[in-house]
């Protein structure tokens, strides 16, 4: 238990950002599978849309200060590479 009142503050700051980051880690992750499934399954299409979405979130991550701009970067370019590389 927190001695200090700032302490305190600290400790309930760190379960709300505990929540927020559970939730985008999970979200990269999902957009992340989506892409990466409709690249496996030969859907180029699919893939695009997959990829447009990601692209979209990942960036929004970044304003969010979830991610880092380079981190976000290399993410979506390995995607796209993937998505790419379909006949």
């Keep these: 238990m927190a001695n200090h009142k700032s302490a305190a503050?600290?400790?309930r700051q760190t379960i709300k950002r505990t929540e927020a980051?559970?939730?985008y880690r999970t979200r990269l992750k999902n957009?992340?599978?989506a892409v990466r499934q409709a690249?496996?399954?030969g859907?180029?299409?699919?893939a695009q849309e997959a990829l447009k979405v990601a692209n979209k979130n990942i960036h929004a991550?970044?304003?969010r200060g979830?991610?880092?701009?380079q981190t976000a970067s290399r993410r979506v370019?390995?995607?796209a590479l993937l998505v790419n590389k379909i006949a």
Excluded: P
């Design 66 to 69: 979830f991610l880092k701009k």
């Design 77 to 79: 370019s390995r995607l």
């Design 9 to 11: 503050k600290r400790a």
């Design 43 to 46: 859907d180029k299409a699919a």
């Design 61 to 63: 991550f970044v304003s």
């Design 39 to 41: 690249a496996a399954n």
């Design 31 to 33: 957009i992340t599978k």
């Design 21 to 23: 980051n559970r939730f």
